[in-house]
């Protein structure tokens, strides 16, 4: 009976295994060579749209002019334009992540408030809607007057784009606990805290890490337009900067708004694989 019984765990067991092996989906090899071959097509469809339409120079470069841009020595400095964006570059990460923790922090603890108070929700969930209608190139520069050029005024920017998802979809989250799960915490006198920490925080995961995923990347375009009306440093700075001087060297333009778009992926990316990590027990659940 014993021996019946440890061949059932192992089989099951085996079975978890199996399943947990076909939900990772392709492997590391596979997706980095998928993203070489997306690259390579965006190349080759780069050089030959120049090619077909007799595009010139100057309004599009050739691609491999853009990463030999980088080793280039800028004029004002001498350094390579690649090391001296890196610098830049870590200007605009720190304020996006002060941003981002800003307005995810601020975000999940109205969603809670919402979730807790249908009457606050009712109330004043249209405003924090309709504070997303402002465009961002006008709410920067009034806040830029406000608090004075510095890292403050531009985390405070980020967190404005951060700030909307995280909101909606932490409400969404904290009010998707199952019912009969709700009614069974309330049977066992759970407090409120209890039922928040045990029951609606575990269920809205899913819906928060989502929006974090949003505001990831949110953040990074938060930062990029306060540095432009607000800093004289960053990766958006530098994104004007090169714009006017644009006749002399279109290359590093380009070259900055790649990186731009890079760090956007590489914010997402991170968000994804502590998703993977803090959901892991859904997986297993399944």
């Known amino acids: 009976m014993a021996d019946s019984r440890l061949l059932e765990l192992e089989a099951t067991e085996a079975e978890v295994l199996a399943r947990r092996q076909t939900q990772r989906g392709p492997s590391l090899a596979r997706r980095v060579l998928a993203l070489f071959a997306l690259l390579a097509a965006i190349g080759i469809v780069w050089e030959v749209v120049k090619v077909a339409f007799a ?92 608090l004075g050029r510095g890292f403050f005024s531009i985390a405070l920017i980020a967190s404005y784009l951060t700030f909307f998802p995280v909101v909606i979809n932490s409400l969404r989250g904290l009010l998707s606990v199952e019912p009969a799960a709700l009614e069974l915490m309330q049977s066992y006198a759970a407090t409120r805290r209890e039922i928040l920490f045990k029951l609606r925080v575990p269920a809205s995961l899913p819906y928060l890490f989502t929006a974090l995923k949003i505001s990831a990347t949110a953040s990074i375009i938060g930062a990029l337009i306060a540095e432009m009306t607000g800093s004289q440093r960053g990766l958006g700075w530098n994104l004007v900067y090169f714009a006017q001087y644009y006749n002399s060297d279109p290359p590093n333009l380009w070259a900055a708004i790649l990186l731009s778009a890079l760090l956007g992926l590489l914010a997402y990316g991170a968000i994804m694989l502590v998703e993977r990590r803090a959901l892991r027990w859904q997986t297993m659940a399944d």
């Open 55 to 146: 595009v010139t120079d100057y309004n599009l470069p050739h691609i491999y002019a853009i990463p030999l841009a980088l080793f280039k020595p800028l004029a004002s400095t001498g350094q390579p334009m690649g090391l001296y964006l890196i610098d830049q570059t870590q200007y605009t990460v720190y304020e996006a992540l002060a941003g981002f923790a800003l307005g995810a922090l601020a975000g999940f603890a109205l969603g809670v408030v919402f979730a807790h108070s249908a009457l606050l929700e009712r109330g004043c969930l249209p405003y924090v809607v309709a504070s997303q209608t402002v465009p961002i190139l006008a709410v920067a520069p009034m806040v830029v007057i406000w």
